[in-house]
């Protein structure tokens, strides 16, 4: 049985387009029993409780680490703590699985709300978008549960009564779940998000782009033509009806991550952490650093630049970055905080057919003075937002002048994507102020970092976890997904057409003119027999860096020991086919001590 967890407010849902203003009036129960579910509101409370704990997943570290560490995109940062994740080494039961008790209890909350919901006294329309609703997040569960540990047990009816037995279905039982789901949903859900469901709550679109997803998975793993087939006729339904979902995408790139946008047009479906911290998970000015509901994201991806942008690193005997003086920057709201958890895959391979390149510069952002999408994704330039003094006679101040920086006006570090002769103090023979920090003198501790989910609106309470939402499907990957679904469907053609227009949309510029933004968009173009499962995938880095879908992607396609073993030095020692799923968490073996054991996945 699932202990609710209401929201508060309803947040991603806003039962009320003024926010959270007013809340939802609910009395949780330490325990959800078939009369909770006996009234409208009780229907609409158990739906809220499950939209509040995909909350109390997405932006938080545990699970963010899960979807992503370990693949060709992330490494480990300096304070990235275990590094098994990354690794693959000592992955096992006791070691993974944050949303795995969540996510079941949230089906049961789910099974409860179909089960009783259907006699419950509402107009016909308002109940069945509930259900809708419900279908929806039921299906949106279990396909993460069956794309991360295959097969999973499966659940229909509220259970009321605690077992000790439990079983696994077969992968083909969930995904027929998973369809019908998301296919009856599709149905019944609106075109845009309307009461009590605003924000950017589950809609037809949202329904269908995950029908598309749950296709193309399931045709990866059987080789299933029709499975690919109708995965690409779904996205290019969404696509042909954008306009009556109020879906598009910006003309810049960037746009899609400006926090006003957060809820535009380009966004699909988001996990919702408030506006108003008043209803958050944490004590406003209480530099929280982690728990429940927490969206701490904008900062995984941070180096430590207040404690490794001394004003006179250098470069040591072995071409290493050495920190060296005073800080040229203090934490701020702007460039957040430091966590130094995962960072972009830029080690360089020291032999092979890789050697000397890196999959982060070589291999997904190769194209970076054409296409947008490297200078809107990561932070290269710092401003100094301090002023500091450099004596000329300084511990390793190489310059030969004393000079004084300007806050809000020079720049502290620059991390050019090209090196730079003299860096880091000089740009060839001219004295630098700050520091300059080329690729060959990116470590652990200092790197480009990802800037989409920057926070600034903290201000004073810049420790306070993000009140942004976590965005999980974007309009764009209807684009990447189609492009997918055709060529694996034998039409390239059709898979370039697609690529195209998000591959187009990056090479716009607001800086340009109209005629080099057409020049641009022209150098960006393919054609199909550029059109390749590896192209799509440097493609989908391009366009959804960081944004929680890396592992699954690599899984899907079949692709993770294979790309792991070409790209990834720290963990393509250790990951095996295996790996491919993920170890059943201990705690669900240890309860099963009715009938059959149960089974873990092999090689855990």
């Known amino acids: 049985m699932k202990s609710i967890q209401l929201l508060t407010c309803l947040g991603l849902m806003g039962l009320l387009s003024s926010g959270c203003e007013r809340i939802l009036e609910e009395h949780p129960q330490s325990q959800i029993v078939p009369s909770y579910f006996n009234s409208p509101s009780g229907v609409l409370g158990g739906i809220a409780g499950v939209y509040n704990d995909i909350r109390g997943q997405w932006g938080t570290e545990g699970f963010t680490v899960e979807m992503q560490a370990g693949t060709d995109e992330f490494i480990?940062?300096?304070?990235?703590?275990?590094?098994?994740?990354?690794?693959?080494?000592?992955?096992?039961?006791?070691?993974?699985?944050?949303?795995?008790?969540?996510?079941?209890?949230?089906?049961?909350?789910?099974?409860?709300?179909?089960?009783?919901?259907?006699?419950?006294?509402?107009?016909?329309?308002?109940?069945?978008?509930?259900?809708?609703?419900?279908?929806?997040?039921?299906?949106?569960?279990?396909?993460?549960?069956?794309?991360?540990?295959?097969?999973?047990?499966?659940?229909?009816?509220?259970?009321t009564t605690a077992s000790q037995a439990a079983s696994r279905q077969p992968v083909a039982e969930v995904y027929e779940l998973i369809i019908k789901d998301l296919t009856e949903a599709a149905a019944d859900l609106p075109n845009q998000p309307t009461a009590p469901f605003l924000g950017k709550a589950a809609t037809k679109p949202v329904a269908q782009f995950l029908l598309a997803k749950a296709y193309l998975t399931r045709g990866w793993l059987n080789n299933t033509a029709a499975d690919f087939s109708q995965a690409a006729a779904i996205c290019d339904d969404i696509i042909a009806n954008k306009s009556s979902y109020g879906l598009d995408l910006w003309q810049d790139f960037g746009d899609a991550f400006v926090p006003a946008n957060d809820y535009g047009k380009e966004t699909m479906f988001v996990s919702d952490h408030v506006l108003d911290p008043k209803y958050g998970y944490y004590v406003v000015g209480?530099?929280?650093?982690?728990?429940?509901?927490?969206?701490?994201?904008?900062?995984?991806?941070?180096?430590?630049?207040?404690?490794?942008?001394?004003?006179?690193?250098?470069?040591?005997?072995?071409?290493?970055?050495?920190?060296?003086?005073?800080?040229?920057?203090?934490?701020?709201?702007?460039?957040?905080?430091?966590?130094?958890?995962?960072?972009?895959?830029?080690?360089?391979?020291?032999?092979?057919a890789h050697a000397g390149k890196n999959y982060f510069l070589d291999q997904a952002f190769t194209n970076r003075d054409v296409d947008s999408r490297f200078a809107n994704s990561f932070y290269t330039v710092y401003i100094s937002n301090t002023s500091v003094t450099n004596a000329a006679n300084a511990a390793n101040n190489s310059r030969g002048i004393g000079y004084t920086t300007v806050a809000g006006q020079d720049t502290a570090v620059w991390l050019p994507d090209f090196e730079v002769a003299g860096a880091p103090q000089f740009i060839g023979s001219?004295?630098?102020?700050?520091?300059?920090?080329?690729?060959?003198?990116?470590?652990?501790?200092?790197?480009?970092?990802?800037?989409?989910?920057?926070?600034?609106?903290?201000?004073?309470?810049?420790?306070?976890?993000?009140?942004?939402?976590?965005?999980?499907?974007?309009?764009?990957?209807?684009?990447?997904?189609?492009?997918?679904?055709?060529?694996?469907?034998?039409?390239?053609?059709?898979?370039?057409?697609?690529?195209?227009?998000?591959?187009?949309?990056?090479?716009?510029?607001?800086?340009?003119?109209?005629?080099?933004?057409?020049?641009?968009?022209?150098?960006?173009?393919?054609?199909?027999?550029?059109?390749?499962?590896?192209?799509?995938?440097?493609?989908?880095?391009?366009?959804?860096?960081?944004?929680?879908?890396?592992?699954?992607?690599?899984?899907?396609?079949?692709?993770?020991?294979?790309?792991?073993?070409?790209?990834?030095?720290?963990?393509?020692?250790?990951?095996?086919?295996?790996?491919?799923?993920?170890?059943?968490?201990?705690?669900?073996?240890?309860?099963?001590?009715?009938?059959?054991?149960?089974?873990?996945?092999?090689?855990?």
């Open 286 to 352: 209480g530099a929280a650093g982690g728990g429940a509901a927490q969206n701490l994201s904008p900062w995984f991806t941070n180096w430590n630049y207040p404690n490794n942008s001394g004003i006179n690193s250098f470069k040591n005997a072995s071409g290493a970055f050495v920190n060296s003086g005073v800080s040229g920057m203090i934490r701020d709201s702007f460039y957040g905080r430091p966590y130094v958890r995962m960072r972009p895959n830029t080690d360089k391979w020291p032999s092979g």
């Open 76 to 159: 480990q940062g300096l304070s990235a703590g275990t590094p098994i994740p990354y690794t693959y080494n000592g992955l096992n039961s006791s070691n993974f699985g944050s949303a795995w008790g969540v996510a079941f209890q949230d089906i049961n909350t789910l099974n409860g709300v179909l089960q009783y919901g259907k006699t419950v006294d509402l107009p016909d329309a308002t109940r069945r978008q509930y259900l809708a609703q419900a279908k929806f997040l039921r299906a949106f569960w279990y396909f993460y549960l069956v794309q991360t540990w295959g097969d999973v047990p499966l659940h229909t009816e509220f259970i």
């Open 430 to 604: 001219r004295p630098f102020k700050g520091i300059v920090v080329p690729p060959s003198l990116w470590n652990n501790g200092i790197f480009p970092a990802l800037k989409k989910f920057m926070d600034p609106s903290r201000g004073a309470n810049f420790n306070d976890p993000s009140t942004r939402p976590c965005v999980l499907y974007r309009f764009s990957d209807v684009y990447l997904t189609g492009a997918e679904a055709w060529l694996k469907a034998g039409n390239a053609t059709k898979a370039a057409t697609l690529l195209n227009v998000v591959r187009q949309r990056a090479a716009f510029r607001k800086t340009n003119t109209s005629a080099q933004n057409t020049a641009a968009a022209a150098a960006m173009a393919i054609t199909a027999a550029d059109v390749t499962l590896d192209f799509i995938l440097d493609e989908r880095t391009r366009e959804l860096f960081g944004e929680w879908q890396r592992w699954h992607d690599l899984v899907r396609t079949r692709s993770l020991v294979r790309r792991v073993k070409e790209w990834n030095q720290e963990a393509a020692p250790y990951v095996k086919d295996y790996h491919m799923l993920r170890p059943i968490p201990q705690s669900q073996i240890d309860r099963v001590v009715s009938g059959p054991s149960f089974p873990q996945n092999p090689g855990y």
